[in-house]
């Protein structure tokens, strides 16, 4: 547990952690009559950790010092759980460590000996991209959707092990940071498989999380145009905006962003982001905000900041949940 907290700190250990702070006084957003019941997500992670012969069989996480799936899990879980107000539970029910590399697109394979000259000579095989039909077929994917076992799953990995961020199978299964997985229309229900890579930390891990958050939020508001579409307000940004009041932002432009990842920028800008801790009433008096809001400039931070901003309580306007988490975390209740 020493080795957890070391290298995924939890509050009070950075000054801005948003974890750390009061809720405005105005916000209802912890109300307990206002939240939805928490669910709980059963996941399936797959771990391809190569062990290497010829470096006295340590692991390739072990080798290159690299982080361990399971802490790594266990923080995101963590994380996911909070950003969400209790309502995200996640679950490892099956967890699988492979000895080996997972197969590209073109049937190409690493060997022990292919890798490690390509990480000496930074020469990567291409096209990087697995082969998702194979890992689905290997692990029965479709088989434990199909019969409940699992509703998603965590691939695990080292540097470029092709993984998308997320990609989303299943029927009706639609763009998540990738084209939707052909090939897995006969799975009852869709899913989705996360990639995560454990020579990164939590931070990015929120960050594949984002980007599917967006995804499926784009698809959610796709049809609604105008005032209606509050997707499309949450994202308001200087750089989007220039000159207007702005709101949240998006998972790589904070409200006063002026390039992508740009979390620790100083400048002062009107935004109303704190209105939206009092969901559905948006039309709160906006604040000068900074960098210190989200964490100075940490990736893990201001992912956490961002999300805690998500509407997430009972209700429905236009036909939409007040709880974007729904659709986020479970791909078929987002009508296609």
Not at 24 to 40: F, K, N, R, S, V
Not at 59 to 75: G, K, M, Q, S
Not at 216 to 244: Q, V
Not at 319 to 336: C, E, K, M, R, S
Request: hydrophobic content about 35%.
């Amino acid at each position: 547990m020493k080795e957890i907290n070391e290298k995924f700190p939890t509050p009070p250990d950075h000054p801005n952690d948003p974890r750390s702070r009061p809720r405005p006084a105005y916000g209802h957003e912890t109300d307990p009559a206002l939240l939805p019941a928490p669910i709980t997500r059963k996941v399936l992670m797959i771990s391809h950790n190569p062990v290497f012969q010829t470096e006295n069989r340590q692991t390739a996480r072990e080798y290159f010092h690299w982080y361990r799936p399971v802490d790594l899990a266990r923080a995101y879980m963590d994380d996911v759980r909070w950003c969400t107000y209790g309502y995200a539970n996640y679950e490892v029910v099956e967890s699988v460590a492979v000895d080996g590399y997972p197969v590209k697109r073109d049937k190409f394979r690493y060997t022990e000996k292919s890798y490690l000259d390509a990480w000496r000579n930074r020469t990567f095989h291409d096209p990087d991209g697995v082969d998702y039909l194979e890992i689905v077929r290997e692990f029965q994917i479709i088989q434990k959707i199909n019969s409940g076992a699992i509703d998603e799953v965590w691939l695990f990995g080292h540097p470029y092990g092709g993984y998308y961020e997320s990609i989303m199978g299943g029927p009706g299964a639609f763009w998540c940071n990738a084209p939707a997985l052909a090939g897995t229309e006969h799975a009852q229900r869709r899913f989705v498989i996360m990639g995560f890579n454990f020579e990164r930390g939590v931070g990015e891990m929120l960050e594949d999380l984002g980007h599917r958050a967006e995804s499926i939020l784009f698809k959610l508001y796709e049809n609604i145009k105008g005032d209606a579409n509050l997707w499309e307000r949450f994202m308001k940004c200087a750089k989007s905006h220039p000159g207007d009041v702005t709101e949240c932002g998006n998972v790589h432009f904070a409200p006063n962003s002026d390039r992508d990842y740009d979390w620790g920028n100083p400048k002062k800008v009107l935004s109303r982001c704190d209105t939206w801790y009092n969901f559905p009433h948006l039309n709160g008096v906006p604040r000068l905000v900074d960098d210190s809001e989200w964490g100075s400039g940490a990736i893990r931070l201001h992912h956490l900041w961002w999300f805690r901003h998500f509407p997430h309580i009972l209700g429905e306007s236009h036909g939409i949940a007040h709880n974007w988490w729904q659709y986020i975390i479970d791909p078929n209740t987002v009508l296609v």
